[in-house]
C-alpha cells in the first residue's frame, strides 16, 4: 500500500507541477513550492513523519470520515486543483456551524479534509487538510491514514506557505480561500 500510494501521489504532482516539461528554474525552497518547478527530472518525492505542528493537525483530523460532506460534494467529484483526481471533502463543526452562520472568515479551528482518489470508488490515495491555525491556513498533503506527509525535494508539503495550495486557492480571497462552498 505504501508504494502504490507513493506511485500515485507523485503520479499526481506530476501532472500538477506539469508534467516534466522544461519551465524556469525551481525557486528556492524556503519561498515554497509555488511557481515553476523547472525540469522535472530534479524533482523528488517522497513521505516523512511529520513536524510537531503538522502531526497535532492531523491527530485533530482522526475520524473525519464521519464529519459532514459539503453540499456540493455528496460524492467523490474530478478536481482540476486536486491533480485531476476525484475528491471527497469533509468539515468539521467548526465549518458546519460557519455554513449555517453564513461567516467569513472562517473562525479559527476551521477544518477542511479532502480525500483523493483516482476514482470515484477507489480507496483515498491521499488526503489534503486545511486547517485554521493564527488565522491563516495551513495545509497538508498526507498520506490516506495521516501518519506520514508527502515530501517534494526532501520538503514537507505542510504548513501556510506551500506555494501550490496558496496558488490554488488565492482565487478565493473572496471567499476565505475555500472552493468547495459558497459561505455567503
Known amino acids: 500500500m505504501k508504494m502504490t500510494w507513493l506511485l500515485g501521489t507523485t503520479a499526481m504532482l506530476l501532472t500538477a507541477c506539469g508534467g516534466g516539461g522544461g519551465g524556469t ?28 505542528d503538522t502531526q497535532a493537525i492531523l491527530a485533530s483530523v482522526k475520524g473525519y470520515e464521519s464529519w459532514p460532506k459539503f453540499t456540493e460534494m455528496q460524492q467523490p467529484t474530478r478536481s482540476e486543483g486536486h491533480m485531476n483526481m ?45 486547517s485554521k491555525q493564527g488565522g491563516a491556513w495551513y495545509y497538508v498533503k498526507a498520506s490516506p491514514d495521516g501518519m506520514k506527509v508527502m515530501t517534494m525535494n526532501d520538503m514537507a508539503l505542510a504548513g501556510p506557505e506551500v506555494g501550490m495550495c496558496k496558488d490554488c486557492h488565492g482565487g478565493a480571497a473572496d471567499n476565505d480561500y475555500v472552493l468547495t462552498h459558497k459561505f455567503k
Not at 37 to 43: C, D, E, I, L, V
Not at 121 to 129: F, H, K, L, N, R
Request: charged share 20%; proline share 10%.
Open 86 to 130: 476525484y475528491v471527497l471533502g469533509f468539515h468539521n463543526q467548526v465549518v458546519a456551524d460557519a455554513i449555517t452562520a453564513h461567516t467569513l472568515p472562517l473562525p479559527e479551528g476551521a477544518i477542511i479534509v479532502k480525500q483523493e482518489r483516482m476514482k470515484p470508488d477507489a480507496a483515498p490515495m491521499s488526503i489534503t487538510v486545511m
Open 25 to 52: 528554474k525551481a525557486k528556492d525552497p524556503k519561498e515554497g513550492m509555488g511557481g515553476g518547478m523547472g525540469g522535472m527530472g530534479a524533482m523528488t518525492m517522497g513521505m516523512a513523519d511529520p513536524a510537531p
